[in-house]
């Protein structure tokens, strides 16, 4: 444990004086290009992911989410880093 993020006294935690919030930290990280980039790359291979299960389903389950077969067939036919 490093003490300058976290001290522990009677019981309890507390954040010890010049500690960085955990929220901080992660927006550090997160605004670094590489991270970025990967975050990016995850988001649109999810899409991907997505569309191929959208385009599985069939007209009964489509039609229950108000999705027509041809709104599927643009969604699908689009590359997979387009939002």
Known sequence: MRHTDVTRSSGTFTAAPGAVPAADRVTRVAS???WRLFDLLFS???????????????????????????????????PFWRG
């Open 44 to 78: 649109a291979l999810e899409r991907r992911k997505q569309r191929h299960a959208l385009m599985g389903l069939d007209d009964h389950l489509l039609k229950d989410i108000g999705v027509s077969r041809a709104e599927v067939e643009q969604e699908v036919s689009k």
């Open 32 to 34: 670094r290009p590489l």
